[in-house]
């Protein structure tokens, strides 16, 4: 497996990670019994669980535009110093991204979501 496909994986465990820390922060919030109702009429989530909801929604966003460059860069063949680096900008700067904006510090927030920004386009250069 390339360095890349592994970076994909890991970028998934991280989504994952996530959603779990979104459904405590929600859990602890509106309670169990109405999240597993049919959640109507729920509160918007505020302080670090409505960060977490969001931070999560935003990888989810996120996500598919690093699989789908990793995926092409794979079955083009194209694996290159940077495609790697690539790869490791985005996760290490969406990992850098949900630990800031469930802290809540904005402008690092979105300097990080720019770092993991330049890693898709690395990947996205050497497929042009």
Do not use: C, D, K
């Not at 469930?102 to 300097?111: D, F, S």
């Amino acid at each position: 497996m390339t360095t890349e496909l592994t970076l994909l994986v890991w970028s998934i465990a991280l989504t994952f990670v996530q959603v779990l820390i979104a459904v405590a922060g929600a859990t602890l919030q509106v309670g169990l019994p109405a999240l597993a109702g049919n959640r109507e009429g729920l509160p918007e989530l505020t302080g670090w669980a409505g960060r977490a909801r969001r931070a999560h929604w935003n990888m989810i966003e996120n996500l598919p535009l690093f699989a789908g460059l990793v995926l092409v860069a794979h079955a083009a063949g194209i694996s290159t110093s940077m495609t790697v680096l690539g790869a490791q900008l985005f996760l290490w700067a969406r990992l850098a991204y949900a630990v800031i904006y469930v802290a809540g510090i904005p402008w690092l927030r979105t300097a990080a979501w720019a770092v993991s920004v330049v890693g898709l386009l690395l990947i996205f250069l050497q497929l042009i």
